[in-house]
C-alpha cells in the first residue's frame, strides 16, 4: 500500500460507527489538525461496525471500558484497507477485524491490555459468548511499522493474517506476555482465564 499513508488525513477518524452488540457510546472532537474519539463502552463485551477505521497522525482513539478484561470488537464493513498512523488507546482490550488489511505506520502508537489485529472474522454472537475463532479467506495483509504495546502484566499481542510482515515494535511484558503472529485462514486464540493467551 505506497500510497495509503498519503490518502489518511492528519485528522482521520473511525467513521460510521454503530454499537450492534453490547452497550458503548462513541463521541469526537475534530478540528483542521487534530481529532479524538473516545469509545464509551459500559458492557464487558460490545461488538462496533465501522464503514472505516483510520486513524491519522495527529488523531487518537481512546477505549474506556470497564476494566482490564472488557473486550471491544471493531469490524470494518467497508471496502478499504485500515491505517493507522496516530494513537489507539485502551484499558481493556480491542480487537480490529478487516478484510481487506490493517497497517500499522511508523507512528503509531497502540497501547492496550489485549490487542488483535486480523483479517478474518468472527460472528457477533461467537464473541458475545466469550469464543476466539477467527476465520475467512481475507485478501488484505497486517503490517506494523509502528509500537503495538500492552498496559498489563499478562497482556497479549495477536496478528493474524494471510500474510503478517512486522517492521516495527511489538510489546507484552517478558515471561508474561504473549505475542502471537499467525498466518491461516482459520485460528483460534486459546485464553487461560481472562486474558493469558497460552496458544494460537
Known amino acids: 500500500m505506497p500510497n495509503a499513508f498519503s490518502q489518511v488525513a492528519v485528522n482521520a477518524l473511525p467513521t460510521g460507527g454503530k454499537v450492534v452488540a453490547g452497550n ?4 469526537q472532537t475534530q478540528s483542521a489538525t487534530a481529532a479524538t474519539m473516545n469509545v ?3 458492557s464487558q463485551r460490545a461488538v462496533i461496525n465501522w464503514d472505516s477505521f483510520n ?3 495527529n488523531a487518537q482513539v481512546n477505549f474506556n471500558q470497564p476494566n482490564a478484561n472488557a473486550v471491544t470488537l471493531n469490524r470494518v ?5 485500515s491505517v493507522i498512523n496516530g494513537a489507539m488507546r485502551a484499558n481493556g482490550q480491542v480487537i480490529l477485524v478487516n478484510e481487506n ?8 502508537v497502540v497501547n492496550a491490555a489485549g490487542v488483535v489485529a486480523s483479517t ?3 460472528a457477533d454472537k461467537d464473541f458475545m459468548d466469550g469464543k476466539s475463532t477467527y476465520q475467512g479467506n481475507g485478501t488484505g495483509k497486517i503490517v506494523n511499522k509502528g509500537t503495538i504495546s500492552t498496559n498489563v502484566a ?3 499481542i495477536a496478528l493474524l493474517a494471510p500474510e503478517v510482515q512486522n517492521q516495527g515494535y511489538v510489546l507484552a511484558t517478558m515471561g508474561q506476555g504473549t505475542v502471537v503472529m499467525a498466518a491461516g485462514e482459520r485460528i483460534t486464540l486459546n485464553f ?4 493469558t493467551l497460552v496458544g494460537g
Open 40 to 42: 464509551n463502552q459500559t
Open 101 to 108: 488489511g490493517v497497517t500499522f505506520g511508523r507512528g503509531a
Open 55 to 57: 486513524v491519522g497522525k
Open 24 to 27: 458503548a457510546t462513541i463521541s
Open 120 to 122: 478474518m472474522n468472527i
Open 154 to 156: 499478562d497482556g497479549y
Open 192 to 195: 487461560q482465564g481472562n486474558r
Open 77 to 81: 464493513t467497508g471496502p478499504s484497507a
